[in-house]
Protein backbone atom coordinates (compact mmCIF):
# COMPACT_ATOMS: atom_id res chain seq x y z
CA UNK A 1 0.00 0.00 0.00
CA UNK A 2 2.52 2.22 0.65
CA UNK A 3 4.26 1.93 -2.60
CA UNK A 4 1.26 2.75 -4.42
CA UNK A 5 0.54 6.02 -2.50
CA UNK A 6 4.47 6.73 -3.14
CA UNK A 7 3.79 6.06 -7.04
CA UNK A 8 0.60 8.36 -7.24
CA UNK A 9 3.11 11.23 -5.14
CA UNK A 10 5.66 10.85 -7.54
CA UNK A 11 3.28 10.63 -10.43
CA UNK A 12 1.43 13.60 -8.76
CA UNK A 13 4.77 15.99 -8.65
CA UNK A 14 5.80 14.99 -12.13
CA UNK A 15 2.19 16.08 -13.65
CA UNK A 16 2.74 19.20 -11.39
CA UNK A 17 5.94 20.41 -12.72
CA UNK A 18 5.19 18.95 -16.32
CA UNK A 19 1.93 22.10 -16.05
CA UNK A 20 4.23 24.28 -14.68
CA UNK A 21 6.72 23.93 -17.06
CA UNK A 22 4.55 22.76 -20.16
CA UNK A 23 4.51 26.17 -22.59
CA UNK A 24 8.36 25.95 -22.16
CA UNK A 25 8.44 21.99 -23.08
CA UNK A 26 5.87 23.21 -25.95
CA UNK A 27 8.18 25.78 -27.08
CA UNK A 28 11.28 23.65 -26.99
CA UNK A 29 9.85 20.80 -28.83
CA UNK A 30 8.06 23.07 -31.63
CA UNK A 31 11.56 24.42 -31.96
CA UNK A 32 13.50 21.18 -32.43
CA UNK A 33 10.28 20.46 -35.31
CA UNK A 34 10.80 24.00 -36.63
CA UNK A 35 14.53 22.50 -37.34
CA UNK A 36 13.14 19.74 -38.88
CA UNK A 37 11.11 21.14 -41.44
CA UNK A 38 13.77 23.52 -42.09
CA UNK A 39 16.63 21.03 -42.75
CA UNK A 40 14.32 18.90 -45.15
CA UNK A 41 13.29 22.19 -46.71
CA UNK A 42 16.50 23.16 -47.70
CA UNK A 43 17.44 19.39 -48.34
CA UNK A 44 14.25 19.54 -51.29
CA UNK A 45 12.95 16.52 -49.17
CA UNK A 46 9.25 15.86 -48.50
CA UNK A 47 9.61 14.01 -45.64
CA UNK A 48 10.26 15.11 -41.88
CA UNK A 49 10.96 12.75 -38.84
CA UNK A 50 8.80 13.69 -36.46
CA UNK A 51 7.46 11.50 -33.80
CA UNK A 52 4.03 10.86 -32.43
CA UNK A 53 5.10 12.44 -28.93
CA UNK A 54 6.75 16.01 -30.87
CA UNK A 55 3.22 16.35 -33.14
CA UNK A 56 1.49 15.53 -30.15
CA UNK A 57 3.28 17.95 -27.97
CA UNK A 58 3.73 21.07 -30.88
CA UNK A 59 -0.04 20.11 -32.53
CA UNK A 60 1.39 19.93 -35.71
CA UNK A 61 0.93 18.10 -38.52
CA UNK A 62 4.37 17.25 -40.83
CA UNK A 63 3.02 14.80 -42.20
CA UNK A 64 0.17 16.76 -44.34
CA UNK A 65 2.48 19.58 -45.13
CA UNK A 66 3.84 18.35 -48.74
CA UNK A 67 7.03 21.09 -48.40
CA UNK A 68 7.87 20.86 -51.91
CA UNK A 69 4.34 22.32 -52.55
CA UNK A 70 3.39 24.85 -49.84
CA UNK A 71 6.59 25.77 -48.18
CA UNK A 72 8.29 28.79 -49.84
CA UNK A 73 11.25 29.26 -46.54
CA UNK A 74 11.64 30.61 -43.63
CA UNK A 75 10.99 33.58 -41.51
CA UNK A 76 14.08 34.94 -38.97
CA UNK A 77 13.32 37.85 -36.86
CA UNK A 78 16.48 37.55 -34.43
CA UNK A 79 15.49 39.80 -31.77
CA UNK A 80 12.31 37.94 -30.89
CA UNK A 81 13.98 34.58 -30.94
CA UNK A 82 11.68 33.85 -34.29
CA UNK A 83 12.70 31.29 -36.52
CA UNK A 84 9.38 30.19 -38.49
CA UNK A 85 9.04 27.82 -41.45
CA UNK A 86 7.21 30.02 -44.35
CA UNK A 87 4.36 28.74 -46.28
CA UNK A 88 1.98 29.63 -49.21
CA UNK A 89 -1.38 30.95 -48.48
CA UNK A 90 -3.90 31.73 -47.58
CA UNK A 91 -3.60 32.09 -43.70
CA UNK A 92 -6.61 29.60 -42.74
CA UNK A 93 -6.33 28.78 -38.95
CA UNK A 94 -5.20 24.76 -40.37
CA UNK A 95 -2.29 26.55 -42.51
CA UNK A 96 -1.11 28.27 -39.26
CA UNK A 97 -0.43 25.14 -37.13
CA UNK A 98 2.78 24.42 -38.68
CA UNK A 99 4.18 27.95 -38.93
CA UNK A 100 3.84 31.14 -40.37
CA UNK A 101 1.82 31.82 -43.77
CA UNK A 102 1.09 34.17 -47.07
CA UNK A 103 -2.26 35.93 -46.15
CA UNK A 104 -3.41 35.76 -49.52
CA UNK A 105 -3.70 32.57 -51.87
CA UNK A 106 -2.01 34.00 -54.61
CA UNK A 107 0.90 36.04 -52.94
CA UNK A 108 4.20 35.59 -53.73
CA UNK A 109 7.08 36.59 -51.48
CA UNK A 110 8.46 38.89 -55.07
CA UNK A 111 5.53 41.49 -54.53
CA UNK A 112 5.65 44.77 -53.85
CA UNK A 113 4.20 44.09 -50.55
CA UNK A 114 4.42 40.53 -48.29
CA UNK A 115 2.49 39.96 -46.07
CA UNK A 116 2.87 37.33 -43.71
CA UNK A 117 0.38 36.36 -41.14
CA UNK A 118 1.19 33.80 -37.62
CA UNK A 119 -0.07 33.23 -34.53
CA UNK A 120 0.18 34.42 -31.15
CA UNK A 121 0.44 31.41 -28.65
CA UNK A 122 0.03 32.47 -25.12
CA UNK A 123 2.88 31.92 -23.12
CA UNK A 124 4.66 29.70 -25.29
CA UNK A 125 7.79 31.23 -27.44
CA UNK A 126 6.37 30.09 -30.96
CA UNK A 127 4.99 31.42 -34.01
CA UNK A 128 4.68 35.38 -33.36
CA UNK A 129 3.94 35.50 -29.93
CA UNK A 130 7.00 37.45 -29.26
CA UNK A 131 6.95 39.54 -32.20
CA UNK A 132 6.30 42.41 -29.75
CA UNK A 133 10.02 42.41 -28.76
CA UNK A 134 11.10 42.92 -32.31
CA UNK A 135 12.35 47.10 -32.31
CA UNK A 136 12.16 49.49 -34.95
CA UNK A 137 15.85 49.20 -36.53
CA UNK A 138 15.28 45.85 -36.20
CA UNK A 139 16.17 43.36 -38.91
CA UNK A 140 14.04 40.28 -40.28
CA UNK A 141 15.15 37.40 -42.73
CA UNK A 142 13.48 36.06 -45.99
CA UNK A 143 15.34 32.78 -46.94
CA UNK A 144 14.12 30.70 -49.99
CA UNK A 145 15.76 28.65 -52.64
CA UNK A 146 16.07 32.06 -54.81
CA UNK A 147 18.25 33.48 -51.67
CA UNK A 148 18.47 35.39 -48.77
CA UNK A 149 16.59 39.07 -48.53
CA UNK A 150 17.42 41.26 -45.10
CA UNK A 151 15.07 44.29 -43.93
CA UNK A 152 15.11 46.60 -41.31
CA UNK A 153 12.18 46.96 -38.96
CA UNK A 154 10.60 50.53 -39.62
CA UNK A 155 7.35 50.90 -38.55
CA UNK A 156 5.19 48.67 -35.43
CA UNK A 157 1.69 49.88 -34.84
CA UNK A 158 -2.21 48.02 -33.70
CA UNK A 159 -4.98 48.41 -36.21
CA UNK A 160 -8.64 46.82 -36.27
CA UNK A 161 -9.12 43.77 -37.61
CA UNK A 162 -11.35 45.83 -40.52
CA UNK A 163 -8.46 47.78 -41.43
CA UNK A 164 -6.93 45.82 -44.52
CA UNK A 165 -5.28 48.73 -45.94
CA UNK A 166 -1.99 47.32 -44.95
CA UNK A 167 -1.72 44.55 -47.15
CA UNK A 168 -2.18 47.41 -50.08
CA UNK A 169 0.33 46.78 -52.76
CA UNK A 170 2.20 50.11 -53.51
CA UNK A 171 3.73 49.98 -56.98
CA UNK A 172 7.46 51.71 -57.18
CA UNK A 173 8.02 51.42 -53.81
CA UNK A 174 10.87 49.58 -52.21
CA UNK A 175 9.50 45.99 -51.17
CA UNK A 176 8.66 45.71 -47.56
CA UNK A 177 7.20 42.76 -45.49
CA UNK A 178 3.75 43.55 -43.53
CA UNK A 179 4.07 40.81 -40.74
CA UNK A 180 0.29 40.45 -38.95
CA UNK A 181 -0.68 38.88 -35.49
CA UNK A 182 -3.08 39.46 -32.82
CA UNK A 183 -3.12 41.79 -30.16
CA UNK A 184 -4.58 43.18 -27.37
CA UNK A 185 -6.58 39.98 -25.37
CA UNK A 186 -10.04 41.04 -23.82
CA UNK A 187 -10.14 38.66 -20.60
CA UNK A 188 -13.86 39.29 -21.08
CA UNK A 189 -14.57 38.89 -24.76
CA UNK A 190 -12.09 35.55 -24.58
CA UNK A 191 -11.04 37.71 -28.06
CA UNK A 192 -7.68 39.31 -29.43
CA UNK A 193 -9.50 42.81 -30.63
CA UNK A 194 -6.30 44.26 -32.75
CA UNK A 195 -3.80 43.57 -34.88
CA UNK A 196 -0.59 44.08 -34.87
CA UNK A 197 1.49 45.19 -38.22
CA UNK A 198 5.34 45.17 -38.32
CA UNK A 199 6.48 46.47 -41.56
CA UNK A 200 10.32 46.19 -43.02
CA UNK A 201 11.84 47.54 -45.56
CA UNK A 202 13.95 45.56 -47.69
CA UNK A 203 17.97 46.71 -47.16
CA UNK A 204 19.26 43.48 -48.94
CA UNK A 205 18.52 41.20 -51.79
CA UNK A 206 20.04 38.13 -51.93
CA UNK A 207 23.25 39.58 -50.59
CA UNK A 208 23.22 42.51 -52.28
CA UNK A 209 22.83 45.69 -50.52
Known amino acids: MRVIVRLIGV ?5 AITMFFWQDIRAYFTHSVNEKIIQSYEKNDDKVNVNGFE ?3 TKTEPEKLKLKDNMIGYLKVPAADINEPLYKGPATQEAMKNGVVLVDKDEKITEQNVAIAGHRVEGA ?3 FNYLDRAKVGDTVELLSRSGKNVYKITKIYDVQPTE ?3 LDEKPGNPQELTLITCNDYNPDTLMFEKRMIVKAQIIERNGQK
Open 11 to 15: LCIIA
Open 164 to 166: VGV
Open 125 to 127: GIR
Open 55 to 57: KWI
